[in-house]
Every structure is written in structure tokens, then in C-alpha cells.
């Protein structure tokens, strides 16, 4: 941990679904606080509501109820336009899949949320270029996905994730889509990054290494947090 301040306060947190003329409650009034710099892994079977949590701490869902406040700001009650600003610029997400344009080169993929972002401090061609190069694929820039290794897709995923100088990395099994080598060295950049550029990382993950490597392991059932553990 580098910094004692919270980045992320989530209080009382529900999600319910409808199903037919019920309602299915997926997250049951989560409680969670995570400081800056600070690395955690949520945990659990599949369907405890992991990836649920992910999506409304990262914007891209509204909770029933309950609140989230990220870097000081409430985003539970925000209009899209906003969300979509606090995604662009406080929030970078790694999924599994990678989720690259295909028709799109390294460097077009990675300077997209640049182009998206009107009020940017960044030159979205030099930034890209900086970043592939962090990531150690400055010799793979006009290569399409297609093109680059699984490995290296997620690596440009990274990068294009770090586009807008986010405060908080959001990782959906990010290793999850790789062999162990790789998915091991996606593990030490995002550790790496996390240490030279001060981010905070939350990652779900099914992997027990991954889950591991961090400060902090969170592990959920039935929308429910059920143990707390720091990882020695």
C-alpha cells in the first residue's frame, strides 16, 4: 500500500435483476473500502455477484441502492454522460477477452479513448506510442490483434487501459484468456505499473495465483463479502 487515503468507499450496495414478476438479488448491502495504491482481489464462485461488483464500481451499471465514491466523487446516481467521463479518465478496465477493435492497429487501439475524450491533455498518437512502449511493444504498433500473440493483445489492453492517466485499474480475470507463462507476465506488468505509476488495482479473478499477488483478498458468495484475508 502507498498511500493511507481511500480511493474507493462503497456503502450498502444492492443489485436486483427482475426475472419474470420477481426480483433476483445479486449484491445483498456490500460494505467495502480500498486505499490508494492499494492492490485487492475479489473472489468467489461463479455467480456471487464478482463481475456485478466490478461493473458498478467501474461505471457501467447503476446499483438499486446503496453508493459508491470513487476519488471523491459519488458516480452511483450520475447521468451517462457523466459515467461515461468518470470511465474515460479516472477508470481503466482489462477484461479477459481483450476486447480490441480488430480492424484497428496497437497504436489506433490504444489512442482510441484519446480520440473519445474532447478535453484530453494528450496527443493521442505520442501517448499511445509512450505506452506501447511501457508495456514493452514498441516494435509491435501497427500490428492488428489478429496479428500479436494473446499475450501481447492483453498488453495493448493495458496500455489502451492507461490511455487517459487513470487513478484506479479495474481487471475482469485478466489473465484469465492465457497460458500460465503469459498470464504471469500480464501479472508482473500490472504490478509493475501499479508501482511506477501509483495506480490502484482491483482484479476478479478465479485464479488463486493472481489472487495471491495482491494486498488484499476479498472473497464473495451469494452477494455477500464473507472473508477479508491480507495476503501475507
Known amino acids: 500500500m502507498q498511500n493511507l487515503a481511500s480511493i474507493l468507499e462503497v456503502r450498502g450496495l444492492t443489485k436486483e435483476l427482475p426475472l419474470g414478476k420477481e426480483k433476483v438479488s445479486i449484491l445483498k448491502g456490500l460494505d467495502m473500502t480500498v486505499m490508494k495504491g ?8 461463479s455467480g456471487s455477484g464478482k463481475t456485478t461488483l466490478l461493473g458498478l464500481i467501474g461505471g457501467l451499471d ?28 479516472t477508470i ?14 496497437a497504436l489506433e487501439n490504444v489512442a482510441l479513448p484519446i480520440h473519445f475524450d474532447d478535453r484530453s491533455r494528450f496527443n493521442p498518437e505520442k501517448r499511445a506510442k509512450e505506452l506501447l512502449d511501457l508495456v514493452g511493444l ?7 490483434p489478429k496479428e500479436l500473440s494473446g499475450g501481447e493483445q492483453q498488453r495493448v489492453a493495458i496500455a489502451r487501459a492507461l490511455a487517459n492517466q487513470p487513478a484506479v485499474l479495474l481487471g475482469d ?10 498470464g504471469e507476465e500480464i501479472l508482473n ?29 476479498l472473497t464473495m458468495k451469494d452477494g455477500h463479502f ?4 491480507a495476503v501475507s
Not at 514498441?138 to 492488428?144: E, G, P
Not at 482484479?203 to 489472487?211: G, I, M, N, S
Open 189 to 217: 506488468l500490472i504490478q509493475q505499473l501499479r508501482r511506477d505509476l501509483g495506480l490502484t488495482v482491483i482484479v476478479v479473478t478465479h485464479d488463486p495465483k493472481v489472487a495471491d499477488r495482491t494486498d488484499r483478498i
Open 226 to 229: 464473507v472473508t477479508a484475508a
Open 173 to 182: 480475470e485478466p489473465t484469465g484468456n492465457l497460458d500460465s507463462e503469459r
Open 38 to 45: 492499494e492492490m485487492v482481489a475479489i473472489v468467489g464462485p
Open 138 to 144: 514498441s516494435h509491435r504498433l501497427n500490428h492488428k
Open 92 to 105: 481503466g478496465f482489462v477484461f479477459q477477452f481483450f476486447n480490441l477493435v480488430p480492424t484497428l492497429t
Open 62 to 89: 447503476t446499483p438499486t441502492s446503496g453508493s459508491v465514491m470513487l476519488a471523491g466523487q459519488e458516480i452511483s446516481r450520475l447521468r451517462e454522460d457523466k459515467l461515461a467521463d468518470v470511465r474515460n479518465r
